[in-house]
Structures are given as C-alpha cells and as structure tokens.
C-alpha cells in the first residue's frame, strides 16, 4: 500500500472503520469499496492496544514449546506460564489475554507469507484443535486473504504440517 493510501486508512475514525468492516463482511461486493476487507482489518488490528506478550516474542515462544513437546502442539496453559512464570490462570482473563496474543501472531504470519503457528495451540483437555477453534483460525486466515481453499481440515492440516517445520531463524523480526 502506498504511502497517501495509508494515511488516508489510518485518517478512518474508530467508528467509521468499524462501520465499515460490518458493511465488508455483510456484501459480497466489494467492487466500489475504498479498502479491501483485508486492509481495514489489518487497520483495525494495527490500532489496538499490543498487550503484555509480544508477538514476535510469542511466535517465538509457540516454535520453542512445539519443538519441546511430544505431540507436537501447544497450549494456552503453556504460553501464559511462560509469559507468566508463576502466576495463576485466571480463567476468562488469561484465556482473552493468550487469544489477542495469537491474534496478532496469526496476522503476523499471514503479513509474513508464513504458516499459521496458531494451529500448533491446543484445547489442553482435548489435545487438539477444536472444531471453534478450526473455525475462528479457518476464518480469520479467510478474511485477511491468504488463500485457505474449500476444506477447512486440509487447510489446518497443511498449516500444521508446515509451521513445525519453522525455526525461530525462520521468522521475520519486524511485525
């Protein structure tokens, strides 16, 4: 994106770039539409608030624990302990907290061409992803235009597959 069409995103009051997000994913034609879907959100997440645990610190982090780890995953439980040595979950608290992280990691991996890291995260009782779960990351990946194909499961299955092969080398170290 050029530099007057990023100041002129980055103008969008709150509201309005809100606005316009619900207006994207309520049509199907985006044909006269200023902005892609993609860039609003991307707008939108630049905006918020970054939070206590880094994104490239939690790439990193979710790439160390997968490698660590027999089964090849991780959880949530695992990156708040290692962001929080310690410290108590607390339920709906960490749990938000852990997901605004792999928000970011996850549109960091897409700014990236990378895989999706977020899939190696796991529900800690059930060992994998849920079917939620699939949803969210099958739809996020959608909504900000990495092409995820027509089969949810081999698209996850894929973007497994190819982030444990990632190596902390392996990431781009601006966000």
């Not at 939070?51 to 959880?75: H, M, N, R, Y």
Request: charged share 30%; with cysteine; net charge negative.
């Amino acid at each position: 994106m050029n530099d007057e069409r990023a100041e002129r995103l980055a103008a969008i009051d709150p509201k309005n770039l809100k606005s316009l997000i619900e207006r994207m994913r309520a049509t199907s034609d985006h044909s006269k539409a200023a902005f892609t879907l993609p860039e609003l959100l991307e707008e939108q997440q630049r905006r918020e608030k970054v939070g206590s645990f880094p994104t490239i610190e939690t790439a990193q982090k979710i790439i160390e624990l997968v490698a660590a780890s027999e089964s090849g995953v991780t959880t949530y439980l695992d990156i708040w302990d290692a962001f929080r040595p310690g410290q108590p979950w607390e339920a709906h608290k960490s749990r938000q907290e852990v997901t605004n992280a792999l928000d970011r990691v996850n549109a960091y991996c897409i700014r990236h061409g990378l895989p999706l890291l977020v899939t190696l995260v796991v529900n800690k009782h059930r060992g994998k992803l849920t079917d939620d779960a699939k949803d969210n990351i099958f739809n996020y990946a959608k909504e900000r235009g990495a092409a995820v194909g027509e089969d949810r499961d081999a698209f996850l299955e894929d973007q497994q597959q190819r982030a444990r092969a990632l190596t902390l080398a392996s990431l781009p170290i601006d966000e």
